[in-house]
C-alpha cells in the first residue's frame, strides 16, 4: 500500500520538500558548516510548504479513491 502512496508525484513533492527542509534545520542547529548559513525563515517557509503539499496530497488521494469507489457501485 504504501509503494502506492509514493507513485503520486504531489504526495512525493511534499515528501522531498519535508524531508530537505529538516535536513536543513538539523544542519543548522548543529552547527554544520555549509548548512549554518541558511536563513531559518527559508527552512520554516520549506518545512511549512511541504506539510501543506503532503496535506492536499493525502485529501487528494483519499477523495480519487472515495469517488472511484463510488463508480463501482454505481
Same mark, same amino acid.
Given at each position: 500500500? $504504501?509503494?502506492?502512496i509514493?507513485? +503520486? %508525484?504531489v *504526495?512525493?513533492?511534499?515528501? *522531498?520538500?519535508?524531508?530537505?527542509?529538516? $535536513? #536543513?534545520? #538539523?544542519?543548522?542547529? &548543529? +552547527?554544520? %558548516?555549509?548548512?549554518?548559513?541558511?536563513? &531559518?525563515g527559508? *527552512?520554516f517557509?520549506?518545512?511549512? =510548504?511541504?506539510? $501543506?503539499? &503532503?496535506? #492536499? =496530497? #493525502?485529501?487528494?488521494r483519499?477523495?480519487?479513491?472515495?469517488?472511484?469507489?463510488?463508480? &463501482?457501485?454505481?
Amino acid at each position: 500500500m $504504501l509503494k502506492k502512496i509514493w507513485r +503520486h %508525484p504531489v *504526495i512525493l513533492m511534499g515528501s *522531498i520538500m519535508f524531508v530537505s527542509a529538516l $535536513l #536543513f534545520l #538539523f544542519g543548522y542547529l &548543529l +552547527h554544520i %558548516p555549509y548548512l549554518k548559513e541558511t536563513e &531559518l525563515g527559508w *527552512i520554516f517557509t520549506t518545512l511549512i =510548504g511541504g506539510v $501543506l503539499v &503532503l496535506i #492536499f =496530497g #493525502f485529501v487528494w488521494r483519499w477523495k480519487d479513491r472515495v469517488n472511484a469507489k463510488k463508480r &463501482l457501485r454505481d
